[in-house]
T-cell receptor, first 114, second 111 residues
Framework: DSGVTQTPKHLITATGQRVTLRCSPR?????VYWYQQSLDQGLQFLIQ???????AKGNILERFSAQQFPDLHSELNLSSLELGDSALYFC?????????????FGSGTQLSVL | SQQGEEDPQALSIQEGENATMNCSYK?????LQWYRQNSGRGLVHLIL?????REKHSGRLRVTLDTSKKSSSLLITASRAADTASYFC???????????FGTGTRLQVFP
């Protein structure tokens, strides 16, 4: 068990809908990373937060947004969903968020857009 | 685009053999890390090598880093069936907090 909790584990929804994925980092970790894993695109870095503030941005679509709350949990919001958004979404956490530490990954949320 | 590209994409070996996976990347890095993923589950950190290090060992794992060639290799010695998984390199992009993953190598170890 990595100590990183992601909910829900599975999500099935329709095109055009909006969903929220939730992540609780390991106790004491200040940094949260979001990744998208799909068969054709591999593991794509989306965004990173450190202690409530956005720290780094990757290939995140404008339809997607995220935030980290004062209790350090994070949410990834996906809107106007398309078939191509079907993927496994991972959250990971680390202590200092310097990019120089290992990440602890959650077990992911499998999103299916029908 | 992906920071790291891994080679080979897939590797099949017998138990007891060594497995070598290679990773190439494009820009300057703070560190390079290797992760393992079992069939759709979360990734697990294996080893981290800093940009000023050339080689690192952890149990049956040996990692090398050549920053002049922008490449790294992961060697798993005396492989076991339980080593069957996908292996990813990840680069800590220099002067950022980004950790960018490669495309992965699928390793199959037959008993």
């Amino acid at each position: 068990d990595s100590g990183v909790t992601q909910t829900p584990k599975h999500l099935i929804t329709a095109t055009g809908q909006r969903v929220t994925l939730r992540c609780s980092p390991r106790s004491g970790d200040l940094s949260v990373y979001w990744y998208q894993q799909s068969l054709d695109q591999g593991l794509q870095f989306l965004i990173q937060y450190y202690n409530g503030e956005e720290r780094a941005k990757g290939n995140i679509l404008e339809r997607f947004s995220a935030q980290q709350f004062p209790d350090l949990h994070s949410e990834l919001n996906l809107s106007s969903l398309e078939l191509g958004d079907s993927a496994l979404y991972f959250c990971a956490s680390s202590g200092a968020g310097t990019g120089d530490e290992k990440l602890f990954f959650g077990s992911g949320t499998q999103l299916s857009v029908l | 685009s992906q920071q790291g590209e891994e080679d080979p994409q897939a590797l099949s070996i017998q138990e007891g053999e060594n497995a070598t996976m290679n990773c190439s990347y494009k820009t300057s890095i703070n560190n390079l890390q290797w992760y393992r993923q079992n069939s759709g589950r979360g990734l697990v950190h294996l080893i981290l090598i800093r940009s000023n290090e050339r080689e690192k060992h952890s149990g049956r794992l040996r990692v090398t880093l050549d920053t002049s060639k922008k490449s790294s290799s992961l060697l798993i010695t005396a492989s076991r069936a339980a080593d069957t998984a996908s292996y990813f390199c990840a680069t800590g992009v220099y002067n950022t907090d980004k950790l960018i993953f490669g495309t992965g190598t699928r390793l199959q170890v037959f008993p």
